[in-house]
């Protein structure tokens, strides 16, 4: 069930290197009641974690001259903010696999996607 635009004040962070993408997702996210904050420059993802306290981050996979999937394993080896799910996005990447790694994402978005699709992943995460 997708809620309605006023029923969540939930906070995302949304990590890409592609600015279309990132005012796209902040854009459609808002529609349906999060607050969004968005980042381009993937160095400073730890700052923004500790500044803004997400309940969620919406991450790509492939950031420019970074791997997402190892800010991943970063973000889930420290017990303060271990427990915040992450959504990896990726064109490329296979996500099964993806999803058994250590220190892996809690689920997997294969680009292009439906943005039905993407808040009901959004909403199983953060009712979980």
């Known amino acids: 069930m997708i809620m309605s635009k006023m029923e969540s004040e939930k ?32 160095d400073k993802v730890f700052d923004r974690i500790s500044e803004y306290h997400p309940d969620l981050i919406l991450m790509d996979v492939l950031l420019g001259g970074l791997d997402g999937r190892i800010i991943c394993r970063a973000i889930k080896s420290i017990a303060t903010v271990s427990m915040i799910p992450i959504i ?7 996500g099964e696999k993806l999803l058994e790694n250590e ?13 039905n699709f993407l808040i009901e992943k959004i909403e199983h995460q953060l009712a979980a």
């Not at 990896?88 to 296979?94: H, K």
């Not at 220190?103 to 943005?115: E, M, R, T």
């Open 88 to 94: 990896m996005i990726s064109a490329t990447e296979n």
């Open 11 to 42: 906070k995302i962070l949304v990590v890409d290197d592609d600015q279309a993408i990132l005012d796209i997702l902040a854009e459609v996210l808002a529609y349906y009641g999060y607050q969004v904050s968005t980042l381009a420059n993937a």
């Open 103 to 115: 220190g892996a994402p809690n689920d997997f978005l294969q680009k292009p996607f439906d943005v």
